[in-house]
T-cell receptor
Framework: GQSLEQPSEVTAVEGAIVQINCTYQTSGFYGLSWYQQHDGGAPTFLSYNGLDGLEETGRFSSFLSRSDSYGYLLLQELQMKDSASYFCAVYHGGATNKLIFGTGTLLAVQP | EAGVAQSPRYKIIEKRQSVAFWCNPISGHATLYWYQQILGQGPKLLIQFQNNGVVDDSQLPKDRFSAERLKGVDSTLKIQPAKLEDSAVYLC??????????????FGPGTRLTVT
């Protein structure tokens, strides 16, 4: 079967750094994605790791270790607008070409 | 470039009624996905189209849900008859695979369905 695990909730203060972990068990793994979803909004793409290592995009970074079936999203210099749900998703490429989403982590940024 | 369009944004129906949702993906995106997102959960893939052919519908409750993508562009998802547990947000997404190191799905705003 397939499973992804991530914490259900995380709380942090403005200006801080927070790390959201994701572990997965799946077959046909191509890469790991992260999506952000504000309440009532659509998921929006944050990052994709097709290779092991760290990908950095502004305040957000994402890491993947295939050998550990593990990844994380790192958010720096937290802002109130970062309060949202964050989903890790396994990408199954090739003929399948689809994402399997985790259950999401609700991040609450406090002043 | 225009994003993924969906309509309606909200729909309230009674159980046993039918409902249809419409999606127009980003121009040129061959792959289209319909997801169901229940409150507090991640999006669950219902059906995936490649052009106008079905690639994966393994999690689509085929006794009540149907979907089509005529001409490989826009798509409709139908529920008939609806049940209370179908209350959810129905998201449409499209993608264009550029290479193995880049993959992104683009989501529409979703349709929030309430079944009473």
């Amino acid at each position: 079967g397939q499973s992804l695990e991530q914490p259900s909730e995380v709380t942090a203060v403005e200006g801080a750094i927070v790390q959201i972990n994701c572990t997965y068990q799946t077959s046909g793994f191509y890469g790991l994605s992260w999506y952000q979803q504000h309440d009532g909004g659509a998921p929006t793409f944050l990052s994709y790791n097709g290779l092991d290592g760290l990908e950095e995009t502004g305040r957000f970074s994402s890491f993947l270790s295939r050998s550990d079936s593990y990844g994380y999203l790192l958010l720096q210099e937290l802002q109130m607008k970062d309060s949202a749900s964050y989903f890790c998703a396994v990408y199954h490429g090739g003929a399948t070409n689809k994402l399997i989403f985790g259950t999401g982590t609700l991040l609450a940024v406090q002043p | 470039e225009a994003g993924v369009a969906q309509s309606p944004r909200y729909k309230i129906i009674e159980k046993r009624q039918s409902v249809a949702f419409w999606c127009n993906p980003i121009s040129g995106h061959a792959t289209l996905y319909w997801y169901q997102q229940i409150l507090g959960q991640g999006p669950k893939l219902l059906i995936q189209f490649q052009n106008n052919g079905v690639v994966d519908d393994s999690q689509l409750p085929k006794d009540r849900f149907s979907a089509e993508r005529l001409k490989g562009v826009d798509s409709t998802l139908k529920i008939q008859p609806a049940k209370l547990e179908d209350s959810a947000v129905y998201l449409c997404a499209s993608s264009l695979v550029l290479d193995l190191l880049r993959y992104e799905q683009y989501f529409g705003p979703g349709t929030r369905l309430t079944v009473t």
